[in-house]
């Protein structure tokens, strides 16, 4: 919900003037009491949970790493280095040899 934080700051600090990620949304965010970073963070973890964040303290033993925002690494998921090793050692392969057709 970094998006909507920004939205929030963004509103705080620069007024209409600024590029929002969500314009459509941005006066339903709350507004911060002031321009101090505590008015800020409060008004956007509020923003954030209007708009359905999960809270930090959740049990992810049963959510994937993609709902949670965390980064998979697919190389070692797929042993992408070993799947490029063999590619290249089929590259270093000679194509097989085949006898021109005999004429009669």
Same mark, same amino acid.
């Given at each position: 919900?970094?998006?909507?934080?920004?939205?929030? +700051? /963004? @509103? %705080?600090?620069?007024?209409?003037? $600024?590029?929002?990620?969500?314009? =459509?949304?941005?006066?339903?965010? &709350?507004?911060?009491?002031?321009?101090s970073?505590?008015?800020?963070?409060?008004? +956007? /973890? @509020? %923003?954030?949970?209007?708009?359905? $964040?999960?809270?930090?303290?959740? =049990?992810?033993?049963?959510?994937? &790493?993609?709902?949670?925002?965390?980064?998979?690494?697919?190389?070692?998921?797929?042993?992408?280095?070993?799947?490029?090793?063999?590619? $290249?050692?089929?590259?270093?392969?000679?194509?097989?040899?085949?006898? &021109?057709?005999k004429?009669?």
């Amino acid at each position: 919900m970094a998006a909507i934080a920004y939205d929030v +700051a /963004a @509103l %705080a600090f620069n007024g209409d003037k $600024a590029v929002f990620n969500f314009p =459509d949304a941005i006066r339903s965010h &709350p507004v911060p009491k002031s321009n101090s970073i505590v008015d800020i963070q409060a008004a +956007a /973890a @509020l %923003a954030a949970k209007r708009f359905g $964040a999960r809270p930090k303290t959740m =049990d992810t033993s049963e959510v994937s &790493p993609q709902e949670t925002g965390e980064c998979v690494d697919e190389e070692e998921l797929l042993n992408m280095r070993q799947i490029l090793i063999e590619m $290249a050692e089929w590259l270093m392969v000679s194509p097989p040899r085949f006898d &021109p057709p005999k004429s009669d």
